[in-house]
Nanobody
Framework: QVPLVESGGGSVQAGGSLRVSCEFSDYRYMGNCMGWLRQVPGKEREGVAAIRTGGYTTFYADSVKGRFTISPDNAKNAVHLQMDSLRPDDSGMYYC???????????????????WGQGTLVTVSS
């Protein structure tokens, strides 16, 4: 059973909105952080948004602050990423993940990723 399953994403014009969701099914993999990393061709995956699984503190990359919102959905064992005012440079493959952060900063992935989702493509056209 895949511990993280993503849904949502798609294509939209610049200025539009999309939502991606990530449902988790196996708490054995759960770290103290959960969120999304984005990958574009030729670049490493970079953190976009994250949430602390205990306490729900949120974290965002500077490029998405004020436009993206990550939120928990306890009824569905899921987290959602609402993406508004999308720009072409937001395009990429969005991977849901869970990891542990010893320092409490969930934008720090240096301890390694516990589990990945399958990825969902977001395309923003100009």
């Amino acid at each position: 059973q895949v511990p993280l399953v993503e849904s949502g994403g798609g294509s939209v014009q610049a200025g539009g909105s999309l939502r991606v969701s990530c449902e988790f099914s196996d708490y054995r993999y759960m770290g103290n952080c959960m969120g999304w990393l984005r990958q574009v061709p030729g670049k490493e995956r970079e953190g976009v948004a994250a949430i602390r699984t205990g306490g729900y503190t949120t974290f965002y990359a500077d490029s998405v602050k004020g436009r993206f919102t990550i939120s928990p959905d306890n009824a569905k064992n899921a987290v959602h990423l609402q993406m508004d005012s999308l720009r072409p440079d937001d395009s990429g493959m969005y991977y849901c993940a869970t990891w542990g952060s010893s320092g409490g900063d969930c934008m720090d992935h240096s301890n390694g990723i516990h589990a990945w989702g399958q990825g969902t493509l977001v395309t923003v056209s100009s």
